[in-house]
Nanobody
Framework: QVQLVESGGGSVQAGGSLRLSCASS????????MGWFRQAPGKEREYHAG????????YYADSVKGRFTISRDNAKNSVYLQMNNLQPEDSAVYYC??????????????WGQGTQVAVSS
């Protein structure tokens, strides 16, 4: 059973940067595609960045393309999200999860606690 732990969130001003980390315990995730999701108050959880098992292919939603970079270190069983030029609309709780790489990015594991990102203007 995989347990996912997100960290690295915080409060920043618009234009600032944060680097989120997602660590997996209980199961090796090196053979899984991984995705980052976020949920703002009153909104649905949305998928906005993904990476295949090797790191050779990535996906970004238009809302974050050019500002966010997803990466992974399979030796550390971890996935990262570098977020630059953060904007107030990026404020949300951020989660990672295992996903299917083909078709809809269905989350495959239980959700972790997430990490809060707050961006002030």
């Amino acid at each position: 059973q995989v347990q996912l732990v997100e960290s690295g969130g915080g409060s920043v001003q618009a234009g600032g940067s944060l680097r989120l980390s997602c660590a997996s315990s209980g199961r090796n995730i090196s053979s899984n595609a991984m995705g980052w999701f976020r949920q703002a108050p009153g909104k649905e959880r949305e998928y906005h960045a993904g990476i295949n098992w090797s790191g050779g292919s990535t996906y970004y939603a238009d809302s974050v393309k050019g500002r966010f970079t997803i990466s992974r270190d399979n030796a550390k069983n971890s996935v990262y999200l570098q977020m630059n030029n953060l904007q107030p609309e990026d404020s949300a709780v951020y989660y990672c999860n295992l996903i299917r790489w083909t078709g809809a990015p269905v989350p495959l594991a239980s959700w972790g606690q997430g990490t809060q990102v707050a961006v002030s203007s």
